[in-house]
């Protein structure tokens, strides 16, 4: 392949490196120019342009990607089609991701050009949730690379998914005197949740003093198809000989381990009684937050071998930092003490080139600019500060806004599409919020109630910290983001937004039904005279 500028007029059959805009519509990067491009180019000035022009040994980025991807996929795994040198790849159903770190990096190393990134080892997924991602650095990579990773992947896999197995559990809750029913019930409808996912349930339940004999009884007495038996003690195991581990072995069974190296989670303790499964959990296991008994629970119902082994060895990431998807329990109740703060960022950096000519966000609603009516439903909620991203027209789509309390922000680069006024919008309104509500400007059936709705819906961390506002089954906008997603935001290119994080984390995305309001936007005339808009003379 050969990558550098050629005159426009020599430029049919090459691929175009840059978007590049040509009157008043763009070709994308990555485009083969046909001899309408090049004219249309030569007509608007243009004559240079950077191009990749490919060998007879080259692969284009999106057959390469969609190549190594297929290779990838399996039984479990699904690859979906490549775009922009890009194949992403699904779990197919819900179940523990497995990597192999040899194979992978066997993948990265045969090109500097071709890249597979994965979830961590052992991460529990649902179905649909995106678990790795083919990404083809140049326009074209030489088919003997891609042919060197296929030969890679012919004799193991670089990854592949345990699924969830579904069993019967029983729970048991020892007690102390003037403990509190409503934490019991609480940790009860917690793990049933946690549960849920894996396709198992609780069978039965049972509350007993804290004593080793009165347990030995509870755990003697299974249901008949009870593969598991979860025990929340009164008081944390911290000795082989404390009531827990004592009345396993009073009742006939045998303690396998006692302690981890995963905080919070330490003292989780694993054993068995013939075939069943015994565990205790660990008190932050009455948490809905994830710990390092969801590591364990996900193996174990994943058919996954846990022996003290495998427990001894994840001390290398059982620090569990405080996240977006995964806080620590000890921050709960600071991040519960008060409400978060929600900032909004409304995007009107767009050139409303559907529209042949208005700048659709000056049409008028009752005498007023769109614009200026959706600004103004975005001040009349709950958030704590509104920001405006401008970019084309700016001057005269400031005029609209005159007077009203928003920050506004120049985005010089917004014919690059839509991230570059996400990311210059996101990283400013993020600085003193929790999360942060991105508007679309175009949607004027929007009202502040709505925008309410999707705030309280909102959570810092964990489920929550996506809120997504949906019309039906269909997820449209506005989004609230953590701001704990700052440094995502920050590394998006091109004209995208964050649907590829909201793949990447299906388990903390709340959908809010909103209806109408959030699929309706005004991109035509068509739909401008539909919402009651009068388009400015262009």
């Known amino acids: 392949m050969k990558f550098g500028p050629v005159e426009s007029q020599s430029a049919q059959g090459c691929i175009l ?17 046909t001899s309408d491009d090049v004219e249309r180019l030569l007509a608007a000035g243009i004559d240079r342009v950077i191009v990749a022009r490919l060998g007879p040994d080259d692969l284009p980025e999106d057959e390469a990607a969609a190549t190594i991807a297929d290779a990838l996929a399996s039984d479990e795994i699904g690859a979906a089609p490549a775009a922009t040198g890009r ?44 678990v790795a991602t083919v990404k083809i650095i140049p326009l074209a990579v030489p088919h003997a690379a891609v042919e060197q990773v296929a030969d890679v992947l012919a004799g193991e896999a670089a990854f592949h998914l345990a699924p969830f197995r579904g069993r019967g559990v029983g729970l048991v809750q020892t007690t102390l005197p003037g403990m509190k029913p409503s934490i019991l019930d609480k940790t009860a409808s917690v793990l049933a949740e946690r549960l849920k996912r894996t396709g198992s349930n609780i069978l039965r339940e049972e509350r007993v003093g804290h004593d080793e004999n009165e347990l030995r009884r509870a755990l003697s007495q299974a249901h008949p198809d009870e593969a598991m038996t979860i025990v929340f003690g009164a008081s944390a195991v911290i000795d ?24 919070p989670g330490n003292l989780l303790l694993l054993g068995h009684l013939g075939e069943r499964i015994v565990i205790g959990a660990p008190g932050c296991a009455r948490s809905p937050r994830e ?7 996900d193996r174990l119902l994943a058919d996954l071998p846990v022996s003290s082994q495998e427990l001894t060895g994840l001390g290398v990431g059982g620090l569990l930092m405080e996240i977006a998807s995964r806080p620590q329990p000890r921050e709960i109740n600071r991040l519960e003490a008060r409400t978060p703060r929600v900032a909004i960022v409304v995007l009107a950096a767009g050139r409303s080139s559907r529209m042949g000519g208005p700048n659709k966000l000056l049409a008028r609603f009752d005498g007023q600019p769109l614009l200026r009516r959706s600004v103004e439903t975005a001040l009349a909620c709950g958030a704590v500060s509104v920001h405006v991203v401008l970019g084309h027209r700016s001057s005269e789509l400031r005029r609209a806004i005159e007077g009203l309390d928003v920050v506004l922000h120049d985005n010089p680069n917004y014919a690059e599409g839509l991230s570059t006024s996400l990311k210059r919008g996101f990283e400013a309104a993020s600085q003193d919020a929790d999360g942060v509500l991105v508007m679309l400007a175009d ?49 998006l290119e091109g004209d995208v937004g ?4 909201v793949q990447q984390h299906h388990d903390i995305v709340r959908e809010i039904d909103i209806g109408p309001a ?13 919402a009651g808009g009068v388009l400015p003379p262009a």
Not at 291 to 297: I, Q, R, S, T, Y
Request: hydrophobic fraction near 45%; aromatic fraction near 6%.
């Open 443 to 491: 949607q004027p059936l929007l009202t502040p109630s709505h925008l309410d709705t999707l705030i309280a819906a909102f959570e810092p961390s964990g489920e929550g910290s996506i809120v997504l506002a949906c019309d039906g089954e269909r997820r449209a906008n506005p989004v609230i983001l953590s701001s704990d997603f700052r440094n995502y935001i920050a590394r």
């Open 498 to 501: 964050a649907r590829q994080l």
């Open 87 to 130: 194949a992403n790849l699904f779990a197919g159903e819900a179940g523990v991701f497995l990597a192999d770190r040899r194979v992978v990096d066997a993948i990265n190393r045969v090109h500097p050009g071709i890249t597979l990134a994965t979830l961590d080892d052992f991460a529990s997924v649902e179905a649909g949730r995106m």
């Open 291 to 297: 710990n390092g008994f969801d590591w364990v629970l």
């Open 518 to 530: 959030a699929s309706f936007d005004v991109d035509t005339p068509e739909l401008m005279e539909l």
């Open 240 to 263: 082989e000989d404390d009531v827990i581990p004592a009345a396993i072995r009073l009742a006939g069974g045998q303690v396998d381990h006692l302690g981890m190296p995963v905080d």
């Open 17 to 33: 490196a840059h978007a590049t805009q040509v009157g008043g519509s763009k070709l994308p990067k990555g485009r083969c120019l």
